[in-house]
């Protein structure tokens, strides 16, 4: 009986593997961790998107945008207060310092997910995708709370 447990040991150590970035200097990545996209606490055509964008490598990473198949449009927006009011604007890049993270969290830096393809409810997961100034791209899944 002990070689089945072994096996998924084994297959779930490997899972934990590759989802650790690779810190080599050619194939070095950014990370995005904890992803979730939170619902409108009125129906309401977008959700609020949070997690937090790791970069391992030796410079800076620039992220320009991002994308989802299960969104008509995603916005990178920062929660400002102005004149008492909270506000939102996009941002246009935004920049992770080498070696470390930025965290998008409800009132602050967030995505903007905006027109849903499909209804979701929670529990859902639905696909992310970041794009960076030097062209790589990172996929991540956030759960629908
Ligand atoms: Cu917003």
Same mark, same amino acid.
């Given at each position: 009986m002990?070689?089945p447990r072994? &096996?998924?040991a084994?297959?779930?150590?490997?899972?934990?593997? *590759?989802?650790?970035?690779v810190?080599?200097?050619d194939d070095?990545?950014?990370g995005?961790?904890d992803?979730w996209?939170?619902?409108?606490?009125?129906?309401?055509p977008?959700? =609020?998107?949070?997690g937090?964008? &790791?970069?391992?490598? %030796?410079?800076e990473?620039?992220?320009?945008?991002a994308?989802?198949?299960?969104?008509?449009?995603?916005?990178v927006?920062e929660t400002? *207060?102005?004149?008492g009011?909270m506000?939102?604007?996009?941002?246009?890049s935004?920049?992770?310092p080498? =070696?470390g993270?930025?965290?998008l969290?409800?009132?602050?830096? &967030?995505?903007? *997910?905006?027109?849903p393809?499909?209804?979701l409810?929670?529990?859902d997961?639905?696909?992310l995708g970041?794009?960076?100034? %030097?062209?790589?791209?990172?996929?991540a899944?956030?759960?629908v709370?």
């Amino acid at each position: 009986m002990s070689r089945p447990r072994y &096996h998924l040991a084994a297959a779930l150590g490997l899972a934990l593997v *590759l989802q650790v970035p690779v810190a080599a200097a050619d194939d070095c990545a950014a990370g995005f961790q904890d992803g979730w996209a939170r619902l409108p606490p009125v129906e309401m055509p977008v959700l =609020g998107g949070f997690g937090t964008l &790791h970069n391992p490598c %030796d410079s800076e990473m620039v992220l320009t945008g991002a994308s989802s198949p299960d969104f008509e449009d995603v916005q990178v927006h920062e929660t400002r *207060l102005d004149d008492g009011m909270m506000r939102m604007r996009e941002v246009g890049s935004l920049a992770i310092p080498a =070696g470390g993270s930025v965290a998008l969290a409800p009132g602050a830096l &967030h995505l903007m *997910l905006m027109r849903p393809v499909r209804a979701l409810v929670a529990g859902d997961e639905v696909e992310l995708g970041f794009e960076f100034a %030097d062209g790589t791209t990172v996929s991540a899944r956030l759960e629908v709370r």
